[in-house]
């Protein structure tokens, strides 16, 4: 998910996006020490992408940036 996709979502799907993507997240550490995972880079994308809507919804909230129109 880049910046632009992330920006143009409202605060409450995001919300929802990064739940989901901490769950899957912890899901994939958990089996990445338990047992093989076939695609490692995956855990790699998920934390960029959670930092990338934590750092939206921070800028939002502190009046940064708004939510832009695409």
């Known amino acids: 998910m ?3 996709e992330v920006r143009s979502k409202t605060d409450s799907e995001l919300d929802f996006e990064l739940a989901n993507m901490k769950k899957e ?3 994939l550490r958990f089996r990445s020490a338990t ?3 076939s695609n490692t880079s995956r855990i790699g994308k998920l ?3 959670v ?3 934590t750092t ?3 800028e939002r909230t502190t009046g940064i940036r708004g939510q832009e129109s695409v």
Request: cysteine-free; aromatic content about 6%; charged content about 35%.
């Open 56 to 58: 939206v919804l921070h």
């Open 2 to 4: 880049n910046v632009e």
């Open 51 to 53: 930092a990338r809507i």
């Open 35 to 37: 047992e093989t995972v």
């Open 25 to 27: 997240l912890f899901d």
């Open 47 to 49: 934390k960029r992408s």
